[in-house]
């Protein structure tokens, strides 16, 4: 019996594998190539190339030998008009190196991101793929996280199936397709909080987070929240002041800060009309006058849209709250868990308000997290000890 056990675990250990492989073979096969990616390719090439009318001709020719004749055309052409009025936005970029050059401030400041893919350029791999593996290596350590986390609460079998159906029910492997920093910065955001959360390496975990700022400088929300909530709780606790997570909050800020400075970025406002109200073609000449009213009335807008848009915000928000149901308010709030959960909900709300999108690519290792937490409480209650494996009542051994 022990041996048709382990024999079962394995096989499901191998089918949850071959599940994500499938998937993210489909992504290497077919990489889906947004305008952002010309964006990232010409951040890379400026490591070493000042000269714009080079850096420009270098990115659409990468793009254009990485892609269909059909892809390309739609990265050069625009539609005649969309929900923000006429456009000629690509149409410009792929003519104009000036113009272009005006929009790489919006993507300098992920470095962490575009120097990975500079290095692969360099060892001989071509941008669009180097994206591709970037993006599919990052997803398959996120799919590995998920694994080892719920092998500390359930048994292999068991684990692989929860583990196919958190992916599948928030759409986590589609989010391999989109073009950008998002993936990598979910892997380091995940593993942060399960290093926090599991493995009790709170110093390793906030260090972590403070570098993802390198690969999405907006992860300083999650920063600016998570590491006074941390300081907080150790000091409630009669632990002392944690000097270290407020070491790693200094850091935070100051690398925050150097990126944007070093960057050139237009800051928030700017980058939320460009987004959200009017593109720019020249966002380095024309700068919006803040309105409030405007920007209500676009944050309601954009909520209306989301939610309906972004269903699996929703379940995020649920997953959560039914945590916060389940488990004792006192508990939640003594708990690194319950503190993680706050912290996670605060950071989406105020993520959405400073940038109204509730796409899955911002907030889908705080999915992870939240169904992770949720369904191992939940199992405290409703599973037979056969199926449940507290790591507090076993010692536990990881299926690696």
Request: aromatic share 14%.
């Amino acid at each position: 019996m022990p041996n048709l056990m382990h024999l079962t675990n394995k096989i499901a250990l191998v089918v949850f594998f071959a599940y994500v492989a499938i998937y993210l073979n489909q992504v290497l096969k077919q990489p889906n190539v947004g305008w952002d990616q010309l964006a990232y390719i010409a951040c890379a090439e400026l490591f070493h190339q000042s000269d714009i009318q080079v850096v420009h001709q270098t990115a659409y020719r990468a793009v254009e030998q990485g892609v269909s004749k059909e892809a390309y055309y739609e990265l050069t052409h625009d539609v005649l008009e969309d929900d923000r009025g006429p456009r000629n936005y690509r149409a410009v970029m792929a003519a104009n190196p000036d113009q272009f050059a005006q929009q790489l401030p919006f993507y300098q400041a992920r470095v962490g991101f575009t120097g990975i893919i500079y290095l692969l350029n360099q060892l001989g791999i071509e941008y669009v793929k180097a994206t591709a593996w970037l993006q599919v290596v990052s997803m398959f350590g996120v799919c590995v996280i998920l694994i080892v986390w719920l092998s500390h609460y359930f048994i292999g079998a068991i684990s692989s199936l929860v583990g196919i159906f958190i992916l599948t029910m928030f759409q986590i492997l589609p989010i391999a397709k989109n073009v950008g920093a998002d993936v990598l910065s979910g892997s380091l955001v995940f593993l942060a909080i399960y290093l926090i959360l599991e493995r009790d390496h709170l110093l390793l975990g906030c260090w972590l987070l403070v570098f993802s700022l390198l690969v999405r400088a907006d992860n300083i929300v999650f920063c600016g929240i998570l590491f006074p909530v941390l300081v907080w709780s150790s000091y409630r606790n009669h632990e002392g002041i944690n000097i270290g997570v407020i070491l790693c909050t200094v850091a935070a800020l100051i690398l925050y800060i150097g990126l944007n400075l070093w960057s050139s970025h237009y800051g928030w406002w700017q980058l939320f009309h460009y987004t959200f109200v009017a593109s720019n073609n020249t966002p380095a000449e024309v700068f919006p006058v803040f309105s409030l009213s405007l920007y209500i009335k676009t944050v309601l807008k954009e909520a209306a849209e989301n939610f309906t848009a972004h269903p699996t915000i929703s379940l995020l928000i649920l997953f959560s709250m039914l945590y916060l149901l389940v488990t004792p308010l006192k508990q939640s709030l003594q708990s690194k868990r319950g503190l993680m959960v706050f912290s996670m909900l605060l950071t989406v709300a105020i993520h959405f308000l400073l940038f109204p999108s509730g796409s899955s690519r911002f907030f889908f290792a705080f999915y992870l997290v939240s169904a992770v937490i949720f369904i191992s409480q939940l199992a405290k209650y409703i599973a037979y000890p056969h199926i449940l494996k507290l790591r507090m009542a076993e010692n536990v051994t990881a299926p690696f």
